[in-house]
């Protein structure tokens, strides 16, 4: 995996700047800052959910598991 160091950041910064404009880059830095913010929050959200899935799948065959130990010793003493 390739490796970015300082000089191509200060290299990227530069062009951009040059590119934007100065009075216009902080803006641009600011709306990308709330993008990744908000794919970070999604993808947040979306481990939450699925955390919450697995824990009631988690219970759920607990609960299985432990009915069929219960009906096989129901079944032992009868």
């Known amino acids: 995996m390739p490796q970015i160091g300082w000089f191509e950041i200060l290299i990227v910064v530069v062009i951009a700047v040059l590119v934007i404009g100065p009075k216009d880059f902080p803006i ?15 993808f947040s959200e979306i481990q939450k959910s699925i955390s919450d899935v697995e824990s009631i799948v ?3 065959t607990s609960i299985k ?4 130990t219960i009906n096989k010793n129901k079944k032992k003493d009868e």
């Open 28 to 42: 641009v830095l600011k709306k990308i800052g709330n993008w990744v913010g908000s794919v970070k929050s999604y």
């Open 65 to 68: 598991s432990n009915n069929i």
């Open 58 to 60: 988690d219970d759920d």
